[in-house]
């Protein structure tokens, strides 16, 4: 059944880029090689109202949630735009969040992780065009992040319009379409979240996780994708595991722990995910095909 749903989600928004890596204008990224560096962020992201306080760091496991806050924050920029550099460093953590839950969530890991990637492969590129020199494989993976075309969302759009990159009738794989795709990504992984923090029913019973993921999915993902994969799907949220797993990945023992812990990170996820929006709209590239 595994190989089965990572044959289909082969199919699932395939991206270039990634498959053709090794020129010198197609540099690979080893995305899960690197040496984990320590989160960066502005100082007065530093405590905002005491919150990044509360969440605490999980000694033995990739994923952490303050280092996923502090990139979050980081990425808003004074100037109401996201900056590209920390919103993909956020998502490297949110990757790592997804592959804790095993290996049938690379359905969809895989496809989040080639997005990811390809937004810096053409950051890359554009930085060596720019200064005329190939972007070896040596390049750090944030050349062109910092002060390129590709330093925010709103010059990346501005650049890849000007470069007739973008399309509004059909598919390009520009960095705009890819930042659509993980913006929906987003709001599924907001929304689970929300899941996990709300209590019990009237019986006094929890929501799986798996329910939860599948409601998320409804809303954020599944009007975007074919009948076959919205059917793949399911099996995926079938194999999550139970709902203490989860509230150990942000280090905490019971739901009363969590949910301050899950309302921090929401509200950051839902800050960028609005911003992100804004700046979507504000081009018309909400349904980007």
């Given at each position: ?100 839950l095993g290996p049938m969530v690379s359905f969809f890991s895989q496809k989040v992780q080639e997005k990811v990637v390809l937004i810096r ?169």
């Amino acid at each position: 059944m595994l190989a089965l749903l990572l044959f289909i989600s082969s199919f699932w928004l395939p991206q270039g880029g990634v498959r053709d890596c090794g020129s010198p204008w197609q540099p690979c990224l080893s995305f899960y090689h690197q040496k984990p560096e320590p989160p960066w962020a502005p100082e007065q992201w530093a405590e905002p109202d005491g919150a990044l306080s509360l969440v605490k760091e999980c000694p033995g496991q990739s994923f952490q949630a303050s280092h996923l806050l502090l990139y979050l924050k980081s990425s808003l920029a004074n100037d109401k735009d996201i900056l590209l550099e920390p919103y993909l460093k956020s998502w490297d953590q949110l990757l790592k969040f997804m592959e804790s839950l095993g290996p049938m969530v690379s359905f969809f890991s895989q496809k989040v992780q080639e997005k990811v990637v390809l937004i810096r492969e053409l950051s890359l590129r554009h930085s060596a065009e720019a200064n005329g020199k190939p972007a070896g494989l040596q390049t750090p993976e944030a050349f062109g992040l910092k002060t390129g075309a590709y330093r925010s969302v709103r010059s990346m759009m501005e650049a890849e319009l000007r470069a007739d990159m973008v399309n509004f009738s059909y598919r390009t794989d520009s960095g705009c379409r890819t930042l659509l795709r993980l913006h929906r990504s987003l709001l599924w992984l907001k929304l689970m979240l929300e899941g996990l923090a709300e209590g019990p029913n009237e019986n006094g019973q929890y929501k799986t996780p798996g329910e939860l993921s599948r409601d998320a999915y409804k809303v954020a993902l599944a009007p975007y994708h074919p009948w076959v994969l919205r059917q793949a799907a399911e099996f995926v949220f079938l194999a999550l595991p139970d709902r203490q797993y989860f509230l150990q990945l942000v280090c905490v023992q019971n739901q009363q722990e969590a949910t301050p812990i899950l309302h921090i990170i929401i509200d950051a996820l839902m800050l960028v995910h609005t911003r992100t929006q804004q700046l979507l709209a504000e081009r018309d590239m909400l349904d980007l095909p």
